[in-house]
T-cell receptor, first 115, second 114 residues
């Protein structure tokens, strides 16, 4: 609906598993983001990519590893997660080449449960 | 540093009554301000934004927001609420002279009763 598609929608993984979240945007945007949404807490910005280069990493643990192979795709590779990492992971994109006043468009999120 | 405060966890109104969702912000420079809505099991949907100019901004689904620089506020309003407006609302701010970071509030759950 928003032009940003995330897969899978739901993911249950054990603490020793390796999995990846995928995000694809069809809007021609040049910036992409990963956010973590936990109940009753503000959205936490995890990673920002602009023109396929990482421009921000908000002290995210190394068990989260992003990858941006091109401006339309963004991945979040997950490895040896903890139960407190269970959350809704949201991908977003925006057109940021002309300034910072453009809104971000969000995907529907991946509901991650770590068991 | 920049931040957003949404002082109310929940807002309950009757259908047809005015709806207000409060937001205050803090930035070192001038702000870009945004409102988003999230329905259950969905991502965030953009409602409206303030960049410059008129302090009253009109957005989607009959929502509007008023920018008040002296009070550092950007409250979301709707003159007549609908049951379908029941959702989680997020205010966000970005510093005009800053980086890509868009800071969100913790969200306000709006319940509109029939």
């Amino acid at each position: 609906e928003t032009g940003v598609t995330q897969t899978p929608r739901h993911l249950v993984m054990g603490m020793t598993n390796k999995k990846s979240l995928k995000c694809e945007q069809h809007l021609g945007h040049n910036a992409m983001y990963w956010y973590k949404q936990s109940a009753k807490k503000p959205l936490e910005l995890m990673f920002v990519y602009s023109l396929e280069e990482r421009v921000e990493n908000n002290s995210v643990p190394s068990r989260f590893s992003p990858e941006c192979p091109n401006s339309s795709h963004l991945f979040l590779h997950l490895h040896t997660l903890q139960p407190e990492d269970s959350a809704l992971y949201l991908c977003a994109s925006s057109q940021d080449s002309v300034g910072r006043n453009t809104e971000a468009f969000f995907g529907q999120g991946t509901r991650l449960t770590v068991v | 540093a920049q931040s957003v405060a949404q002082p109310e966890d929940q807002v309950n109104v009757a259908e047809g009554n005015p709806l207000t969702v409060k937001c205050t912000y803090s930035v070192s420079g001038n702000p870009y301000l945004f409102w988003y809505v999230q329905y259950p099991n969905r991502g965030l949907q953009f409602l409206l934004k303030y960049i410059t100019g008129d302090n009253l901004v009109k957005g989607s689904y009959g929502f509007e927001a008023e920018f008040n620089k002296s009070q550092t506020s950007f409250h979301l309003k709707k003159p007549s609420a609908l049951v379908s407006d029941s959702a989680l609302y997020f205010c966000a701010v970005r510093d005009m002279g800053g980086d890509y970071k868009l800071s969100f509030g913790a969200g306000t759950t709006v319940t509109v009763r029939a």
